[in-house]
C-alpha cells in the first residue's frame, strides 16, 4: 500500500500560499516542529503559539493542523488539540497520520470522558484502514470496543492484532473470549490455536480440550482431529488423547493412521477400549484374522462397559463370518449367548453360521426363532416374507427352498463386506446370490449400485438402478440415487431432476435429497432456485461437506465470493476425499477477495469525515 501520509511541508507549495512569502512560512514551521518533543525540543507551548500563527497565513493546510494538534496534546491540553485534529482530517481525509492521531486523541479522553468513545471507535478504524499493520491502533480500537460492548468489532480488532503481534497472547486471550460469547467458530478455532502454537499455560491446554470436543460435537472432524493432535503434542503421555485422534480418523476411515495413533495409546495405557478399536481398524483393513485374535482376548478377560463387550462380540461374530469359520462362531455363542440388547443381532450370525455349514434343519429352526423374536430385524423380515412352505423341513428338499435361504445368507454377507468396505467380496457374494433366485429386496439393489460404483463401475451401477427404479419406481432412495447419478454423468439431466424433485416431494427433510435437488436445479442453470434450496439443504444438513460445496458454487456463478469462501471453508472443516482440491479452488479465490479488496481501497473515494470503512476494508 502506498505511502498516504503528507510530506512535511509539501502543502506550503500548494497555490494557497499567495497570502504569505513561503520562504516564511518554511521557516516558521521548521522553528516549530524543533520546539516540539517530538522533534526533539523541549518548549511545546511556544511552538503551539508558531503554528497558530502559521493557520492565519495558510488556513487550509491539514499539515499545520495537525502539528498544531501535536503540539497542544504535548502540552497536556488534549481537550484543546481535538479541533485542529479533526480539521486536520475534514481537510485530508486519506491522510494515515492525521487519522492516526485523531483516533488515538480521542482514544485517551475516551477513558475520562465516555461520550468520545464512538467517535475514537469510528476513527480508530478508519485508521486502521489506512495502517492495517500498525498494532497501536487495532489495540486502542479493541479497547474502545469493548468499552462500547462492540464484541463484534472488538473481535476483528483483537484478532487482527494477533495476527499483526502472533506472540501477544493478551490480544488472543480478549479474541477467544468474544468469540466464544458470539458463538463465532472461526475466530475461536484462531484464537484458541494461536494461544497454544508454542507453549501453552495450563488454561490454554483447557481451552484446547474443550473445542476439540466441540468440534466433535459438531461434526467437525478434520478440525478436531487438528486440536487433538496439538493437545497430543504438549501432552504426549496422555493415552486418551491418541485414542481420540484414532476415533476421528477411523470414522473418517483411514485406518492405517487410526492403527498408529492406538498403537501409541496401547503403549501408554491399555484399555478394552483400544483393544476394541484397533480390532475396528484391523477389520476395515481386511486383517480379520488379527482383529479376531485381539477380540478373542478381549472377551476372555472382563469388560465393564457394555457398549464396548457388545460391540466386541459382534465384531468377534463378523470376523469368524468372515473367515468361513461358521463352526468356532456357534460354539462360542452357545456360551456365551451376549445380552438381550443384542440377541436380535446375534441370531442372525447364527442363522448365518448354520446356512453356511448347510446345516438346514437348525437353520430352519433357528430362522423361526428369529422371525417370531426379532420381526424387526430385516434379516428376519425378508425370511418372513419367504412362501411358508421354505420354511418347513419335510418340504426342503425342494431346490427352490435351499436356493432361497442361501441367497438370504449371502446378501446378509454381502451387507457385512460393505460395513468393512470390501467391496469386491461385496459384489462377489451379490452376484451369486442373484444366481440363485430374483432379487426380493430393492434395499439390495441400492446396496449393488453402490458397490459398483464404489469399484468405478458406473455403467453396471446405472444398470442396477434402472432395475430398482422397474420394481419401485416410488422408491424414494431410488429415486435420488439414479438422479444424481445421471446428473454426475451429465445425462437425462430434465430427468435426473424430474426424479430428485419427486424424492425431495416424499422426503422433505432429508438433507441429502434436497442437495441433490439444488444440484440438479445449478446444472439445469436456475441459479437462484439452486442457492435458495441448497441454504435449505445446509439448515437440514449443517455438517455435510457436500452441502457446503455446493452452495459456494451457487454462490460463486452469482459472484458472491466472500460468502462462497465461507461456505468452502466449513467445508474443510470436514474430511472428505477431495479435499485438496477444494483447499486448492479455496486458496485461489482467497487470493482473488485479496486483490479485490485492495482495488476497492485503491480506487476509493474520499471517505468523509465521519465515515466508517467496510470490514472489507479493515480485513
Same mark, same amino acid.
Given at each position: 500500500?502506498?505511502?498516504?501520509?503528507? !510530506?512535511?511541508?509539501?502543502? #506550503?507549495?500548494?497555490?494557497?500560499?499567495?497570502?504569505? !512569502?513561503?520562504?516564511?512560512?518554511?521557516?516558521?514551521?521548521?522553528?516549530?516542529?524543533?520546539?516540539?518533543?517530538?522533534?526533539?525540543?523541549?518548549? !511545546?507551548?511556544?511552538?503551539?503559539?508558531?503554528?497558530?500563527?502559521?493557520?492565519?497565513?495558510?488556513?487550509?493546510?491539514?499539515?499545520?493542523?495537525?502539528?498544531?494538534?501535536?503540539?497542544?496534546?504535548?502540552?497536556?491540553?488534549?481537550?484543546?488539540?481535538?479541533?485542529?485534529?479533526?480539521?486536520?482530517?475534514?481537510?485530508?481525509?486519506?491522510?494515515?497520520?492525521?487519522?492516526a492521531h485523531l483516533g488515538l486523541l480521542l482514544y485517551q479522553l475516551s477513558l475520562k470522558d465516555e461520550a468520545l468513545s464512538k467517535e475514537a471507535a469510528r476513527e480508530l478504524r478508519a485508521a486502521a484502514v489506512l495502517l492495517p499493520q500498525d498494532?497501536?491502533? $487495532?489495540?486502542?480500537?479493541?479497547?474502545?470496543? @469493548?468499552?462500547?460492548?462492540?464484541?463484534?468489532?472488538a473481535l476483528r480488532a483483537w484478532l487482527r492484532l494477533g495476527r499483526l503481534r502472533p506472540g501477544f497472547q493478551g490480544a488472543w486471550e480478549r479474541a477467544a473470549i468474544h468469540a466464544r460469547a458470539l458463538q463465532n467458530y472461526e475466530g475461536r478455532r484462531e484464537s484458541v490455536l494461536a494461544l497454544n502454537a508454542r507453549n501453552p499455560e495450563e488454561r490454554?491446554?483447557?481451552?484446547?480440550?474443550?473445542?476439540?470436543?466441540?468440534?466433535?460435537?459438531?461434526?467437525?472432524?478434520?478440525?478436531?482431529?487438528?486440536? #487433538?493432535?496439538?493437545?497430543?503434542?504438549?501432552? !504426549?503421555?496422555?493415552?486418551?488423547?491418541?485414542?481420540?485422534?484414532?476415533l476421528v480418523r477411523i470414522q473418517t476411515s483411514r485406518f492405517d493412521e487410526a492403527l498408529d495413533s492406538l498403537g501409541k495409546a496401547e503403549a501408554l495405557k491399555p484399555t478394552p477400549r483400544t483393544t476394541f478399536n484397533s480390532a475396528r481398524a484391523l477389520m476395515n483393513l481386511g486383517r480379520f484374522r488379527e482383529a479376531e485374535t485381539r477380540l478373542a482376548g478381549l472377551l476372555a478377560g472382563t469388560i465393564q462397559d457394555d457398549l464396548i463387550a457388545d460391540g466386541s462380540l459382534a465384531l468377534y461374530a463378523e470376523a469368524l463370518l468372515l473367515e468361513g469359520k461358521g463352526g468356532p462362531l456357534l460354539a462360542y455363542l452357545k456360551e456365551h449367548p451376549g445380552r438381550e440388547q443384542v440377541a436380535g443381532e446375534l441370531q442372525v450370525f447364527t442363522c448365518q453360521a448354520l446356512i453356511s455349514r448347510n446345516d438346514w434343519k437348525s437353520a430352519l429352526a433357528a430362522l423361526k426363532v428369529g422371525i417370531a423374536r426379532f420381526p424387526k430385524v430385516p434379516f428376519f423380515q425378508q425370511a418372513a416374507e419367504l412362501p411358508p412352505e421354505y420354511l418347513e423341513y419335510r418340504f426342503f428338499?425342494? +431346490?427352490?427352498? %435351499?436356493?432361497?435361504?442361501?441367497?438370504?445368507?449371502?446378501?446378509?454377507?454381502?451387507?457385512?463386506?460393505?460395513?468393512?468396505?470390501?467391496?469386491?467380496?461385496?459384489?462377489?457374494?451379490? @452376484?451369486?446370490?442373484?444366481?440363485?433366485?430374483?432379487?426380493?429386496?430393492?434395499?439390495?439393489?441400492?446396496?449393488?449400485?453402490?458397490?459398483?460404483?464404489?469399484?468405478?463401475?458406473?455403467?453396471? *451401477?446405472?444398470?442396477?438402478? %434402472?432395475?430398482?427404479?422397474?420394481?419401485?419406481?416410488?422408491?424414494?432412495?431410488?429415486?435420488?440415487?439414479?438422479?444424481?447419478?445421471?446428473?454426475?454423468?451429465?445425462? /437425462?439431466?430434465?430427468?435426473?431432476?424430474?426424479?430428485?424433485?419427486?424424492?425431495?416431494?416424499?422426503?422433505?427433510?432429508?438433507?441429502?435429497?434436497?442437495? *441433490?435437488?439444488? $444440484?440438479?436445479?445449478?446444472?439445469?442453470?436456475?441459479?437462484?432456485?439452486?442457492?435458495?434450496?441448497?441454504? +435449505?439443504?445446509?439448515?437440514?444438513?449443517?455438517?455435510?461437506?457436500?452441502?457446503?460445496?455446493?452452495?459456494?458454487?451457487?454462490?460463486?456463478?452469482?459472484?458472491?465470493?466472500?460468502?462462497?469462501? /465461507?461456505?468452502?471453508?466449513?467445508?474443510?472443516? #470436514?474430511v472428505f476425499p477431495d479435499r485438496p482440491a477444494l483447499e486448492k479452488r479455496l486458496g485461489e479465490l482467497r487470493i482473488l477477495l485479496a486483490r479485490e479488496s485492495a482495488r476497492k481501497v485503491g480506487e476509493a473515494q474520499e471517505p468523509a469525515p465521519d465515515a466508517t470503512p467496510d470490514d472489507d476494508d479493515e480485513e
Amino acid at each position: 500500500m502506498p505511502d498516504l501520509r503528507l !510530506p512535511l511541508l509539501a502543502v #506550503f507549495l500548494a497555490a494557497n500560499l499567495a497570502s504569505a !512569502p513561503v520562504e516564511d512560512v518554511r521557516a516558521m514551521m521548521l522553528q516549530a516542529r524543533a520546539l516540539q518533543l517530538r522533534g526533539g525540543g523541549s518548549d !511545546p507551548a511556544a511552538a503551539v503559539a508558531i503554528y497558530k500563527r502559521v493557520a492565519t497565513l495558510v488556513p487550509e493546510s491539514a499539515e499545520v493542523h495537525l502539528r498544531l494538534s501535536e503540539a497542544l496534546q504535548e502540552t497536556e491540553d488534549g481537550q484543546a488539540a481535538v479541533a485542529p485534529a479533526r480539521r486536520a482530517v475534514a481537510l485530508a481525509p486519506r491522510n494515515a497520520e492525521a487519522r492516526a492521531h485523531l483516533g488515538l486523541l480521542l482514544y485517551q479522553l475516551s477513558l475520562k470522558d465516555e461520550a468520545l468513545s464512538k467517535e475514537a471507535a469510528r476513527e480508530l478504524r478508519a485508521a486502521a484502514v489506512l495502517l492495517p499493520q500498525d498494532p497501536e491502533l $487495532w489495540a486502542r480500537l479493541g479497547e474502545v470496543s @469493548e468499552r462500547l460492548k462492540d464484541g463484534e468489532g472488538a473481535l476483528r480488532a483483537w484478532l487482527r492484532l494477533g495476527r499483526l503481534r502472533p506472540g501477544f497472547q493478551g490480544a488472543w486471550e480478549r479474541a477467544a473470549i468474544h468469540a466464544r460469547a458470539l458463538q463465532n467458530y472461526e475466530g475461536r478455532r484462531e484464537s484458541v490455536l494461536a494461544l497454544n502454537a508454542r507453549n501453552p499455560e495450563e488454561r490454554h491446554l483447557r481451552m484446547l480440550e474443550e473445542l476439540a470436543r466441540d468440534q466433535i460435537q459438531a461434526g467437525y472432524l478434520a478440525h478436531a482431529e487438528e486440536s #487433538f493432535l496439538l493437545l497430543a503434542r504438549h501432552l !504426549p503421555q496422555e493415552a486418551g488423547l491418541w485414542e481420540n485422534v484414532a476415533l476421528v480418523r477411523i470414522q473418517t476411515s483411514r485406518f492405517d493412521e487410526a492403527l498408529d495413533s492406538l498403537g501409541k495409546a496401547e503403549a501408554l495405557k491399555p484399555t478394552p477400549r483400544t483393544t476394541f478399536n484397533s480390532a475396528r481398524a484391523l477389520m476395515n483393513l481386511g486383517r480379520f484374522r488379527e482383529a479376531e485374535t485381539r477380540l478373542a482376548g478381549l472377551l476372555a478377560g472382563t469388560i465393564q462397559d457394555d457398549l464396548i463387550a457388545d460391540g466386541s462380540l459382534a465384531l468377534y461374530a463378523e470376523a469368524l463370518l468372515l473367515e468361513g469359520k461358521g463352526g468356532p462362531l456357534l460354539a462360542y455363542l452357545k456360551e456365551h449367548p451376549g445380552r438381550e440388547q443384542v440377541a436380535g443381532e446375534l441370531q442372525v450370525f447364527t442363522c448365518q453360521a448354520l446356512i453356511s455349514r448347510n446345516d438346514w434343519k437348525s437353520a430352519l429352526a433357528a430362522l423361526k426363532v428369529g422371525i417370531a423374536r426379532f420381526p424387526k430385524v430385516p434379516f428376519f423380515q425378508q425370511a418372513a416374507e419367504l412362501p411358508p412352505e421354505y420354511l418347513e423341513y419335510r418340504f426342503f428338499s425342494r +431346490k427352490e427352498a %435351499r436356493s432361497a435361504l442361501e441367497q438370504l445368507h449371502l446378501e446378509g454377507m454381502a451387507a457385512i463386506w460393505s460395513e468393512f468396505r470390501r467391496w469386491d467380496k461385496c459384489l462377489e457374494a451379490l @452376484e451369486r446370490a442373484r444366481t440363485l433366485g430374483p432379487v426380493r429386496n430393492v434395499d439390495i439393489l441400492i446396496m449393488q449400485s453402490s458397490a459398483y460404483e464404489q469399484v468405478g463401475r458406473t455403467e453396471d *451401477s446405472l444398470r442396477v438402478l %434402472r432395475e430398482a427404479q422397474k420394481a419401485n419406481p416410488g422408491n424414494p432412495m431410488v429415486q435420488n440415487n439414479l438422479g444424481y447419478l445421471l446428473l454426475e454423468q451429465g445425462r /437425462e439431466l430434465e430427468e435426473a431432476a424430474a426424479l430428485i424433485e419427486a424424492s425431495a416431494k416424499a422426503t422433505p427433510d432429508n438433507g441429502n435429497v434436497v442437495d *441433490s435437488l439444488g $444440484w440438479a436445479q445449478f446444472k439445469l442453470g436456475r441459479i437462484a432456485e439452486a442457492e435458495a434450496t441448497l441454504r +435449505k439443504a445446509a439448515e437440514l444438513s449443517p455438517f455435510s461437506p457436500e452441502v457446503r460445496k455446493h452452495l459456494g458454487e451457487v454462490l460463486v456463478k452469482q459472484g458472491k465470493l466472500a460468502e462462497a469462501a /465461507e461456505q468452502w471453508e466449513r467445508a474443510l472443516a #470436514f474430511v472428505f476425499p477431495d479435499r485438496p482440491a477444494l483447499e486448492k479452488r479455496l486458496g485461489e479465490l482467497r487470493i482473488l477477495l485479496a486483490r479485490e479488496s485492495a482495488r476497492k481501497v485503491g480506487e476509493a473515494q474520499e471517505p468523509a469525515p465521519d465515515a466508517t470503512p467496510d470490514d472489507d476494508d479493515e480485513e
